[in-house]
């Protein structure tokens, strides 16, 4: 089993920057990817960014590309996504998901295993 942690929501003004962490705990070792959703009310979740777990590999949104940036430290467990630049669209519920396997797509909820329960990021305008 594995376990997700979200932290590092909260609300900041457009143009701001925030990060957020998933502290994963349990079979580490068997997780291969992970990735960051997000789910604002009344939309589908969206797959934001994905991160290859001990590789190099990221992939992201192309509503986020250039703004946000996923990594990893290995020794921590941890995986962060730094949004920068955020705007009131950016606002939802943010989810980190983690897969035994590679996500086919990566975007589509129901490839991964694990789920984190989420912190909520909201930007004001």
Not at 8 to 25: D, H, I, K, N, P
Not at 42 to 59: D, F, K, P
Request: one cysteine or more; aromatic letters at 12%; proline letters at 3%.
């Amino acid at each position: 089993q594995v376990q997700l942690v979200e932290s590092g929501g909260g609300t900041v003004q457009a143009g701001g920057s925030l990060r957020l962490s998933c502290e994963v705990s349990g079979d580490t070792y068997s997780i291969k990817y992970a990735t960051w959703f997000r789910q604002a009310p009344g939309n589908q979740r969206e797959g934001v960014a994905l991160i290859h777990i001990g590789g190099s590999g990221t992939a992201y949104a192309d509503s986020v590309k250039g703004r946000f940036t996923v990594s990893q430290d290995l020794a921590k467990y941890t995986m962060y996504l730094q949004m920068n630049n955020l705007k009131p669209e950016d606002s939802a519920m943010y989810y980190c998901a983690a897969a035994l396997n590679y996500p086919l797509p990566w975007i589509r909820s129901a490839n991964y295993d694990f789920w984190g329960q989420g912190t909520q990021v909201t930007v004001s305008s």
